[in-house]
């Protein structure tokens, strides 16, 4: 058997790359060897990571290809959806047919940002592009987590929608208008966001709350200050942690003496969403809402259902 020589262990290569070391198309298709394209190969013993499956896709591209879209977005710290199809976009006319890779052609010069040492477009430009695929409530998402991490920031974004003209703005700009700076995490957006669709009135995000005495108590996720009512959104990590769940009960017992009520939404809770909208529908009123009722229209079906 052929030892493997160190030009074909070090990442992905092609089958042109391997000819050149004597490996002929029928000594990859063994053990030793993964086909990640079409192709493309690597070693099996080689960790398979997203930055490598993106370098595997690029050896496919033109030159200036970058990374965009949602492929971009996972690279920025966000994954709304599947890693496949990878997206990427070029200035050529070139056109590549392979399963899980689709290339975009783009006019406008492309500014290439590097993340995980790949080259994608910038936080701004991606949540654009992002509007051409994904749903309102997965942009917002998106806007959201590039503000918090500080990828960007509201001004910046908004400037840049202002003053951009390219696939996906005018959705883009629609969705900036339910983003909030203050947000923390994707779940707590969907939270936020299937009670505000449901047409509930729209709550403060993560405001520190004092008691009578100015004093810090602690701060929510979710607050409807005129109404007592704290929505939480707790996922699968505050269920694991004693640590984080002991200090979640008493933080909570603080705010329930000052007279808050607390919805507590647990990762299980979001097969149902309309049990939390109800749930905090019902805490609204019990705490003096004399708002409409929650509405389920089609879209918020579509969204959140």
Not at 9 to 17: H, L, M, V, Y
Not at 236 to 248: F, I, M, N, P, V
Not at 268 to 292: E, F
């Amino acid at each position: 058997m052929k030892p493997i020589p160190v030009v074909l262990r070090e990442g992905p290569f092609t089958t042109a790359t391997a000819r050149a070391v004597g490996f002929r198309p029928q000594d990859l298709q063994g053990k030793r060897f993964r086909q990640l394209f079409r192709g493309v190969y690597v070693v099996t013993d080689l960790p398979m990571t997203f930055e490598l499956l993106l370098r595997a896709a690029l050896l496919l591209l033109p030159d200036d290809t970058i990374a965009s879209h949602l492929t971009a977005l996972r690279l920025w710290g966000l994954d709304v959806r599947r890693p496949l199809p990878l997206h990427f976009s070029t200035n050529t006319t070139a056109q590549v047919r392979r399963d899980g890779i689709r290339l975009h052609r783009r006019r406008g010069r492309l500014r290439a940002y590097v993340r995980e040492r790949i080259a994608c477009t910038g936080p701004d430009r991606t949540y654009v592009d992002c509007a051409t695929i994904v749903n309102l409530v997965e942009l917002v998402q998106a806007a959201e987590h590039l503000v918090h991490v500080g990828h960007t920031t509201p001004a910046t974004l908004r400037t840049y929608l202002e003053q951009c003209h390219i696939d996906g703005v005018v959705r883009a700009r629609r969705a900036f208008a339910y983003v909030r700076e203050r947000a923390e995490s994707p779940m707590e957006t969907l939270v936020r966001l299937a009670l505000v669709f449901a047409r509930l009135p729209d709550p403060d995000c993560n405001p520190d709350l004092f008691d009578t005495g100015g004093r810090f108590v602690a701060r929510g996720d979710l607050v409807y200050w005129r109404y007592l009512v704290i929505v939480e959104y707790d996922g699968a990590w505050h269920e694991r942690s004693k640590k984080q769940r002991a200090r979640d009960r008493t933080r909570r017992e603080a705010l329930e003496k000052l007279g808050w009520t607390i919805i507590v939404v647990l990762e299980d809770d979001l097969a149902n969403k309309k049990a939390i909208v109800w749930r905090v529908y019902g805490a609204l009123r019990d705490n003096g809402y004399d708002g409409p009722r929650p509405h389920f229209n089609a879209m918020w079906t579509r969204w959140f259902a």
